[in-house]
């Protein structure tokens, strides 16, 4: 473009010139054409030089041709010229020659110069492009084409604007004159500069023809500013600012459309000025005709305005600020609640930041006991005055009767069909409408006119009776004067119209009345052709009947009465014209100025003169004087207290009061009521309160200085009679003579005031938020988010809203507006429906996808929503099928039936009604424990989510020690007596199942039961039953270690083995022998998580038990013949339980390990064998003899790999204990708190114990458990006088109550301690409350008894009983019943936390905790740390134990029954037990053991072993015999039904076996049940 | 599986553990294990993973790369509990105890096809400022009791973290019957997805 433009800045330059240059530039012209040779030389200059001499040949030759041509027409090298005025000209004359030159030059040129010919072609047809169009551009124009694109200088860019912003085209054109001058000085330097840079490009070219004979000297351009002028407008174009005509915006003949008139909204267009619309108007107009721009209204086409008025965004904060000044959180007082907050205001706020103006400005009575009868008149006068003036500023009754004359010229249209080209009917349908109309209109027009002269009427009549009365008493009393004005009316003009309204109503009238009559007739006619037919039948019955009569005489008395009444109808009177016209003349007098009568305008003023004092009689200056006595004040009440009175202000003789009192009101509590009271004081006597003005609270929207002043009425009943002229009130008076027509008229009058709301300082109102109000009210508001839309704060009426909003012309079709426009529609439409409801997720209905009734039917959501419940059932259930048909419908028939089944008793499982229902109450407990403890479940503490090392402390022990650790880094890597190291633990999250293990490691048995000989039948060397004082009289035994001899194989005493079975999976060790055997064998169990869910909680509920059974392997040689014992052997195993042990899983999943030695649970008979006494054991305890005999067994039993206990849930728990609330006294709380952590301090390992939590989850004082209760009668009368066997009686009877331990029920969550009657109830419990119950028992029968927190294997903690005999102390479990002495080594019981006493409870703080090595004297403070001490005085708590135990003796019957139900139900498990065998029952022997059970029961398994053998081998003694009784304490039947299945009875397959099994029961008080089972198998010996 | 109606839908990913920036820390490997809803089970590949100890790279972006791969698929009656990626990265400390040095999770992608995510790791914090100080002593710096719990809300309010680096990975997402089974989780048009080049919109 560049190497364009300066030819096509050569090109303005001719038209300077025009006509007068044109010479000149002709000769310039002919120039180069004439000299050709120029540009070859150049190109010597510039071209190859050693090509020279070729080229030179060739030009010659090319030269010789193109002078031939060029000399007839070409201007070939045109733009190389400096200046060629007229070219431009020639060019267009010679437009068609380009092409041609273009050939022409082609052939001429050579190889050489073809490069360039052809730049020169391109820029030639560039060249001539121009002129070629048809429209042939002007000279200006093509000027201007060249200043608009080429000219950079400012001052033209500068000009233009200047130019628009001209405002009369006129000025502008002075203006263009002005500054015309620099402009062409500034085009003729760009002339120049275009020059110079032509003649470059020429240069560059290589056209060499610059030389000085081509220049040519002219006299500087000149050109009138005119000229200039007048060029320069052909080519601008300055928009106008005339407002274009609209039908030049439209297409042809379409009327603009204006969509705002048709209802469409529109919205608000930007603010743009008048001119500048018309100057893009007519721009727009001139550059694009397609007038798309323009809508149909003729406008140009714009959005609504955008921009809205105030930011919709907060305030952007300052750069500098730093932002987190702004995040910081300040301090704000805790504002205390305050129950009425429906009367507070918002309580960020300070008191006294809202207030109420109230402006009284005065009062005025309409009626005052010291009314004299003349102010009576002026108050009614000035009451009807006032309305006169009402009406007369309607005055509708000049719009009534317009709207008559338009409704009258309407149906004169209508009528006239040439008019309208409506079809007839409709016109007829609206002509009726229209006449209807009138009719109304008539009427209403008639009764507001009478109403006005009626009006008028009365005013002249009260004005003419005041006038009467003022002359009457000689005196004046009220300025009030009423003036009538007449206006005169052109009599003529008034007599014609009023003339034809009346003609006008009276054809009306007439056309209605034809009308009707015509209605009336047609009725008529139709009456009378009725009439007539039934005139005729009944002439035609009346002459039948003549006939009937006589025949059937009695038909005659139902006929005749219905027709009777019928009645030849009248016909209807036609109206008279004459009659009409009276009556509407009539009406018009009445009700109408009769024409040419003056208009009478009333006018009321108060220029009238009062009678001065001195000229009234005596009663009517005692009147004045009263009212001059008079004062008035007015207390301003708010919310029914008084908040400020006005000054008092004397009554004036007008009955005005003035008060003129601003009372500025800083309210704290939202405004419910606002109520002057209007109070007179009569001189210095007392004040009455006349009355209560209550005043409206102003809307939300009235602030001060807009509300406007509104009078207020108010009337007092009192009634006042007075002895001057006054009337009084209450009182009829009359203004007649004679005391007629009396009048009763009340105190009354009206306060003028204004209320408002203040503005505060910065012009915010100082309104309370409207939170405090109605709240159906604003929701509804709310809802429809009319406030936000009209930037009020709030409001409270809608009428009033209506009106702001008619006022304010909101436009109705603004969706802004809408919601309030609906709301205001709903408003005044009367129907104002306020939802009481307030919906919190409006939009929640639209969203549903499908019904709630579908979404309940649907299976797999139920099935979701079971499972994000936890609902024990689904709570692992995995995969839950994608689709509803795929979910079988038992899925749910587990939970329904527990849902079901929770009230319902089931008795089927349970025996006992009773127990059933004390399962079914405390699956109940647990499940309202576990619901409550499920939240707690998922309340996380920091350790549960992170494992952090504990903060090292230097002062105490432990492996965390900073020092230790430290002094670690420096220890060797393998020492040479390495330590023990714990064993990692393992979060028992991420395991499966097979990766737990159970190890029990088998050590070794004390005391197995050795087997006697059974066949000699010799008696056995006799062991007399031992009493308990013979117990613990040492009596060494008289069995010897070894008696083998007697055995007939060579048998050693006994082979014991032992089994562990656990879930379903049983090892056993190989067999040992001899009483005291030695296994040393680790056995390996897997462990299997119920659900394979190793989560902790689920651990902790699993209740599955390992038994460890001991059985002797007995080999029994069966060969018949003796003659094969030589080749052959041919024994069979038999192998005979001896006892079990069982070990909860929880109890080692929560110790971790287990290691120790435990009893061995032996059945007190076991036939067939025998006790072999240890001297070993006791030689060691001589001086104390264990209490306790039988057989132990040393078991270590631990988890591989380690579990991490659950103890989070437990210390969890405490967090939620306190949460559950107390009864105990907070300081004791604290003191608990206090003491346990001091103990925990000291010996963190002791178990120190101050609260419990009792059945309903409340925490209690532990001590409150404790308290003497009765045992069972029964019991105390068993052995009245052996103190020491009742003990064990009670202790018998308390470990008779089944044993359930609530760490399991209750998943490890907490012990949950019940009162002994509840225990009573429940039938079970764990340690604590048989503990508790035995304690209870004890301190009842006199002993010194305290419970033991402690320590036990395998219990772990538990609660045992501690007694205090005569000189030492006895330890009892109260699980089982047995006692230990304080120095028995084989006592469970293991470490001692604490001794609780009914009344304190004391931590031991010795050195061991062992019983066999501490003192129990709980009166040394060195030894125990009391709780209750000096320092905290025992407050004598109440025990929450009841008063006394209630015991109801069990039924014998139900026992009986019960016995022979499980009798029965054994028999037949030990049946199905045996499929491939035959079940033989000796009843023999069985009827034998039941005779021996109640003797069991009796001695309580005792030491009746050799009587009931030698009983029983008298009577069976052809029968080898192994058989054992069990005994439990009955819960259900499932226990007993599983102890006798692990006793392997049922495995005998010898052929010939028969078995035994009796059951006894025996009652004791409160249903606890003890039951014996005895299972035997016999075989019979040859 | 019937062609009439599948009752499950399966999840394939595929992808790598790509990188890590953690720029005070170098020699670091990651674990990673996958945390799912009930109704989701793994049917083919490998639920964690650890992987091998990289070095930083010696130009400047720095980074440890692991290129550590992911194959896993999974099967599912529910999108409930759509399965998460859980990492967590290890490395020495100054004295040379492995400590943690970040955890994270991401979901892995709904739709089908190529995805990369960047997560960022973060480490519990210790309790008080001598926790900090024992905790960077003994190399025995705080963590989660089990990784898992970052892709769970459930108990998080009790602890403070603080960020410590990036991880990126690719996944490469197949799904089947999902659509049939009425969740349609691919784009609007799966034409237009197909191609070498990641989705843009991703932070990387």
């Known amino acids: ?1582 | 599986m019937a062609a009439a109606g599948p009752s499950v839908f399966l999840l394939m990913v595929n992808g790598q553990v790509e990188s890590a920036q953690f720029p005070e820390y170098d020699d670091l490997y990651c674990k990673y294990c996958f945390v799912y809803g009930q109704d989701w089970a793994p049917t083919a590949g490998l639920e964690e993973g650890i992987s091998q100890i990289t070095s930083k790279s010696q130009d400047v972006r720095q980074a440890l790369v692991w290129n550590f791969p992911i194959d896993v698929t999974f099967k599912s009656t529910n999108p409930y509990g759509w399965p998460q990626i859980v990492l967590s990265v290890y490395g020495p400390d100054v004295f040379g105890n492995d400590v943690v040095r970040g955890y994270g999770a991401v979901h892995l992608p709904f739709s089908p096809g190529r995805h990369k995510r960047t997560i960022p790791m973060f480490v519990p914090e210790s309790t008080s400022k001598l926790q900090k100080f024992t905790s960077w002593f003994m190399g025995r710096r705080p963590e989660y009791t089990d990784p898992k719990v970052v892709a769970q809300g459930e108990g998080r309010e009790v602890t403070r973290v603080r960020s410590q680096g990036f991880v990126t990975l690719l996944f490469n997402v197949v799904t089947k019957d999902m659509r049939k089974l009425g969740y349609d989780t691919g784009p609007s048009d799966t034409q237009g997805v197909s191609g070498p080049s990641p989705p843009p919109g991703l932070p990387l």
């Open chain 1, 1 to 1582: 473009m560049v190497s364009e433009n300066p030819h096509l800045g050569n090109q303005p330059e001719p038209l300077q010139e025009d006509s007068d240059t044109r010479p000149l530039s002709m000769t310039t012209r002919r120039g180069p054409r004439s000299l050709p040779p120029i540009p070859s030389a150049s190109r010597t200059g510039f071209a190859e030089f050693s090509m020279r001499e070729r080229m030179r040949e060739k030009l010659q030759a090319a030269r010789s041709k193109a002078e031939s041509t060029l000399l007839q027409e070409i201007p070939t090298p045109r733009p190389r010229r400096l200046q060629s005025p007229g070219e431009k000209e020639l060019e267009t004359e010679f437009g068609a020659e380009p092409g041609e030159e273009a050939q022409k030059t082609q052939q001429e040129d050579d190889s050489q110069s073809r490069s360039r010919v052809k730049f020169r072609d391109s820029v030639r047809k560039i060249k001539t492009k121009p002129p070629v169009p048809p429209g042939f551009p002007s000279a200006e124009e093509a000027y201007n084409f060249f200043t608009f694109n080429f000219d950079p200088e400012p001052e033209e860019s500068e000009e233009k604007p200047k130019a628009k912003n001209r405002d009369g085209t006129t000025q502008e054109e002075e203006e263009g004159e002005e500054e015309e001058p620099p402009v062409q000085g500034i085009h003729k330097t760009d002339e120049q500069l275009l020059i110079s840079a032509t003649e470059a490009e020429a240069f560059l070219w290589g056209l060499d023809h610059a030389a000085a004979d081509f220049v040519a000297v002219r006299p500087a351009d000149y050109e009138s500013a005119h000229v200039r002028l007048q060029m320069e407008k052909e080519l601008l174009f300055v928009p106008s600012r005339l407002t274009v005509p609209t039908y030049k915006k439209l297409p042809e003949n379409v009327q603009p459309r204006y969509l705002e008139d048709e209802g469409l909204y529109i919205g608000t267009r930007p603010d743009v000025p008048r001119t500048c619309q018309n100057i893009m108007e007519n721009r727009l107009l001139t550059q694009e005709p397609g007038r798309r721009w323009f809508g149909d209204d003729g406008r140009i086409v714009a959005l609504p305005n955008p921009i809205k008025p105030f930011p919709s965004r907060p305030p952007v904060l300052t750069q500098e600020q730093d932002f987190r000044a702004e995040l910081e959180t300040l301090y704000k007082k805790a504002v205390k609640y305050v129950h009425r907050s429906q009367h507070m205001i918002g309580s960020g706020d300070s008191p006294g930041n809202f207030q109420l103006d109230i402006d009284i400005s005065g009062l005025i009575f309409t009626h005052h006991p010291c009314f004299s009868r003349e102010h009576v008149l002026a108050a009614k006068l000035a009451q009807l005055y006032d309305q006169y003036l009402a009406r007369h500023q309607r005055n509708k009754a000049k719009f009534l009767t317009d709207k008559l004359q338009a409704l009258r010229n309407a149906v004169q249209t209508g009528l006239n069909p040439a008019k309208t080209h409506k079809s007839l009917d409709t016109t007829q349908k609206t002509i009726n409408e229209y006449k209807s109309e009138i009719r109304q209109t008539r009427k209403l027009r008639d009764a507001e006119q009478e109403k006005d002269r009626m009006l008028l009427k009365t005013i002249i009549k009260v004005w003419k009776e005041m006038k009467s009365l003022r002359e009457f008493q000689r005196f004046t009393n009220t300025p009030l004067k009423l003036v009538l004005r007449k206006e005169k009316v052109d009599q003529k003009a008034d007599e014609e119209a009023y003339e034809a309204e009346i003609q006008a109503e009276i054809s009306e009238l007439l056309e209605e009345h034809m009308e009707e009559h015509e209605q009336k007739m047609e009725a008529y006619r139709a009456a009378y052709q009725q009439w007539k037919a039934w005139k005729k039948a009944q002439r035609a019955k009346k002459k039948k009947k003549k006939q009937a009569v006589e025949e059937h005489p009695e038909e005659e008395m139902g006929e005749p009465y219905p027709e009777e009444d019928l009645v030849k109808p009248v016909p209807p009177e036609p109206t008279d014209r004459a009659l009409m016209e009276h009556q509407v003349r009539e009406r018009a007098a009445r009700s109408r100025r009769r024409p040419g009568e003056p208009l009478l305008v009333p006018e009321l003023s108060l220029a009238g003169s009062v009678t001065p004092n001195e000229q009234c009689p005596r009663v009517e200056v005692l009147r004045r004087e009263d009212v001059k006595r008079r004062s008035i004040y007015l207390k301003v009440i708010f919310n029914d207290k008084e908040v400020s009175r006005t000054d008092s202000r004397p009554l004036g003789a007008d009955f005005r009061v003035h008060f003129g009192q601003i009372f500025n009101l800083q309210i704290f509590n939202w405004p419910e009521s606002l109520t002057l009271q209007v109070y007179e004081t009569v001189g210095h006597s007392g004040t009455t309160l006349l009355a209560e003005v209550f005043l409206p609270i102003p809307e939300t929207t009235i602030v001060t200085g807009r509300a406007p002043i509104e009078e207020v009425e108010f009337s007092s009943n009192q009634h006042v009679t007075l002895d001057h002229e006054g009337v009084g009130s209450g009182m009829p008076f009359s203004f007649e003579a004679d005391g007629s027509n009396q009048l009763i008229l009340m105190t009354s009058g009206k306060v003028s005031n204004s209320v408002a709301w203040a503005i505060g300082e910065n012009g915010i109102p100082l309104i309370p938020p409207l939170s405090q109000q109605n709240i159906g009210f604003r929701s509804a508001l709310k809802r429809a988010d009319a406030i936000s839309s009209i930037g009020t704060s709030g409001l409270t009426d809608l009428k009033k809203l209506a009106k702001w909003a008619a006022e304010s012309k909101l436009d109705p079709n603004d969706p802004n507006n809408a919601p309030l426009m609906q709301l205001i529609s709903v408003a005044t439409s009367g129907e104002s429906y306020v939802p009481d409801f307030f919906r919190l997720e409006q939009l929640q209905q639209e969203f549903n996808f499908v019904s709630d009734e579908e979404l309940n039917r649907s299976k797999r959501f139920r099935l979701l929503c079971l499972r994000s419940q936890e609902v024990p059932e689904f709570r692992n259930y995995k995969q839950i099928p994608a689709y509803d048909r795929e979910i079988m419908e038992k899925v749910f028939q587990d939970y329904e039936k527990r849902l079901r089944d929770r009230n319902v008793i089931e008795t089927k499982d349970h025996i006992d009604p009773h127990r059933a229902m004390v399962a079914k109450y405390l699956q109940q407990v647990r499940e309202s424990v576990i619901n409550r403890f499920l939240i707690a479940k998922h309340h996380f503490l920091l350790s549960d989510l992170i494992v952090e090392e504990e903060v090292p402390n230097i002062s105490s022990e432990g492996s965390g020690i900073l020092g230790l650790s430290l002094f670690k880094l420096a220890e060797q890597k393998r020492p040479l007596r390495p330590r023990r190291k714990g064993r990692k633990k393992v979060t028992a999250q991420n395991l499966s199942d097979g990766d737990i293990k159970v190890l029990v490691n088998i050590i070794r048995a004390y005391d197995i039961p050795v087997r006697k000989p059974t066949a000699s039948k010799f008696q056995q060397p006799s062991r007399s039953s031992r009493t308990f004082s013979e117990k613990h009289a040492a009596s060494p035994t008289t069995h010897s270690p070894t008696h083998s001899a007697d055995y007939p194989l060579g048998q050693v005493l006994v082979r014991p083995f032992v089994e562990v079975s656990f879930q379903r999976t049983i090892c056993h060790t190989t067999t040992a022998e001899g009483p005291n055997p030695s296994w040393n064998e680790e056995l390996e169990l897997p462990f299997r998580a119920p659900n394979g869910d190793y989560s902790t909680s689920s651990l902790q509920s699993v209740k599955d038990d390992v038994f460890i059974n001991i059985f002797d392997e007995v080999l029994y040689d069966v060969l018949e013949d003796d003659r094969e014992r030589g080749s052959g052997i041919h024994t069979r195993i038999e192998r005979h339980w001896l006892g079990c042990v069982k070990i909860p899983f929880s109890t080692i999943y929560f110790q971790a390990k287990i290691d120790g030695t435990f009893k061995i649970d032996i059945p007190p008979v076991l036939l067939g064998y025998s006790k072999e006494r240890s001297m070993i054991i006791e030689r060691g305890f001589d001086s104390v003899r264990s209490l306790s005999e039988g057989s132990y067994i040393t078991l270590f039993i631990t988890m591989e790999p380690q579990l991490v206990p659950g103890e989070s849930v437990r210390e969890k728990m405490s967090d939620v204990l306190k949460k559950f609330d107390s009864q105990e006294d907070e300081k004791l709380l604290q003191a608990t708190e206090k003491f346990q952590a001091e103990c925990a301090l000291k010996f963190p390992h002791r178990q120190c114990l101050t609260t419990v939590t009792d059945i309903s989850g409340k925490t209690v004082f532990i001590t409150r458990y404790l308290k003497p209760l009765n045992p069972p009668q029964e019991l105390l009368e068993a052995c009245p006088n052996n103190p020491q066997a009742t003990a064990e009686l009670v202790a018998r009877y308390v470990s008779l109550i089944p044993f359930l331990p609530d760490t399991v029920s209750f998943a490890g969550i907490c012990d949950l301690w019940s009162t002994s009657d509840q225990f009573l109830d429940l039938l079970a419990g764990d340690e604590e409350e048989h503990a508790v119950l035995l304690c209870n028992y004890f301190l009842s029968l006199g002993k010194k008894a305290w419970l033991v927190m402690g320590s036990a294997i395998p219990e772990g903690p538990t609660a045992y009983v501690l007694t205090r005999e005569q000189s030492h102390y006895l330890i009892w479990n109260p699980c089982s019943g047995h006692f230990y002495g304080q120095f028995d080594t084989f006592c469970p019981l293991k470490s001692v936390g604490c001794l609780i006493g009914p009344d304190n409870i004391w931590f031991n703080i010795q050195r061991h905790d062992s019983p066999l090595r501490i003192n129990f004297d709980v009166t040394k403070p060195k030894l125990w740390k009391s709780f209750f001490s000096r320092n905290l005085l025992y407050p004598g708590l109440s025990s929450v134990q009841p008063e006394e135990l209630i015991y109801q003796r069990t039924d014998k019957a139900a026992a009986a029954e019960l016995q022979d139900r499980i009798e029965k139900i054994l028999k037949e498990k030990i049946m199905d037990w045996r499929p491939r065998h035959l079940t033989r029952w000796n009843r023999y022997c069985t009827s034998a053991l039941r005779h021996f059970l109640p003797l069991l029961e009796r001695s309580r398994g005792e030491d009746v072993e050799d009587d009931h053998r030698g009983e029983l081998l008298k009577q069976l003694g052809d029968y080898r015999f192994s058989g054992f009784p069990l005994h439990m304490p009955y819960s259900e039947l499932k226990p007993l039904i599983e102890a006798v299945y692990s006793t392997g009875v049922h495995n005998i397959d010898v052929p010939n076996v028969e078995f035994a099994l009796a059951v006894y029961i025996h009652p004791y008080p409160k249903n606890v049940l003890s039951v014996w089972i005895y299972v035997a198998s016999l075989i019979r010996n040859r």
